[in-house]
């Protein structure tokens, strides 16, 4: 496997002009870019994935569709991309699509794709050196999966507000806005 290399960002995530070598402590203030890509199908449920039991970093664990780390050069879409491609077998074009919205984490930023996209599981390119298995769940589902301590462990509120993040594209709840109160 190739070496991997990141770009660097400041608190206001402008680039650093510097890179960092994937496993090399980050120089202080500098920050990197993961993604997260979480596929639902048209009942709702989002493609949950069981990383590899000898992954570095929760072997063994369920995790969303797909994440991974930007790497050199990427855009956060392309690295999105990526990462579907790498650990699923999925191929999707992103080109231009934004995040669905943006957590911080204390190395960087963690921007997230919400994606409607069927997909059948006999036709993932899986089991591979990242992903033991995949399967659907639905919100309960992955919270039962949260509690018991077998789903990497994200906030509650986190995996809740990605469920009630999907289809949605900003933070406001249009239905409760007036035409004045639109930006």
Same mark, same amino acid.
């Given at each position: $496997?190739?070496?991997e290399?990141?770009?660097?960002?400041? &608190?206001?995530?402008?680039?650093t002009?510097?890179?960092?070598?994937?496993?090399? %402590?980050?120089? +202080?203030?500098?920050?990197?870019?993961?993604?997260?890509?979480?596929?639902?199908? +048209?009942?709702?449920?989002?493609?949950?994935?069981?990383?590899a039991?000898?992954?570095?970093?929760?072997?063994? $664990?369920?995790?969303?569709?797909?994440?991974?780390?930007?790497?050199?050069? &990427?855009?956060?879409?392309?690295?999105? &991309?990526?990462?579907?491609? &790498?650990?699923?077998g999925?191929? @999707? %074009?992103?080109?231009?699509?934004?995040?669905? /919205?943006?957590?911080?984490?204390?190395? *960087?930023?963690?921007d /997230?794709?919400?994606?409607?996209?069927?997909?059948?599981?006999?036709?993932? +390119?899986?089991?591979?050196?990242?992903?033991?298995?995949?399967?659907? +769940? *639905?919100?309960?589902?992955?919270?039962?999966?949260?509690?018991?301590?077998?789903?990497?462990?994200?906030?509650?509120?986190?995996?809740? /507000?990605? /469920? %009630?993040?999907?289809?949605?594209?900003?933070?406001?709840?249009? %239905?409760?806005?007036?035409?004045?109160? @639109?930006?």
């Amino acid at each position: $496997m190739a070496e991997e290399y990141w770009d660097t960002f400041d &608190e206001a995530r402008q680039p650093t002009g510097r890179t960092v070598q994937r496993g090399a %402590d980050l120089a +202080a203030g500098d920050l990197h870019v993961v993604i997260h890509v979480c596929l639902f199908n +048209a009942d709702g449920e989002m493609l949950i994935q069981r990383r590899a039991d000898d992954k570095r970093g929760w072997p063994g $664990m369920w995790d969303f569709s797909t994440g991974g780390s930007v790497t050199r050069g &990427e855009s956060s879409w392309q690295g999105a &991309e990526r990462e579907v491609f &790498e650990e699923l077998g999925v191929r @999707l %074009d992103l080109s231009g699509v934004r995040p669905s /919205f943006t957590f911080n984490f204390h190395r *960087g930023f963690d921007d /997230f794709y919400l994606i409607d996209h069927e997909v059948d599981i006999s036709d993932l +390119a899986i089991p591979n050196a990242e992903v033991a298995e995949a399967r659907w +769940a *639905g919100r309960d589902e992955v919270l039962e999966l949260l509690g018991a301590g077998l789903f990497i462990p994200y906030r509650r509120s986190a995996i809740e /507000f990605v /469920f %009630d993040f999907r289809g949605q594209y900003d933070i406001f709840d249009r %239905d409760a806005l007036t035409p004045e109160m @639109l930006p």
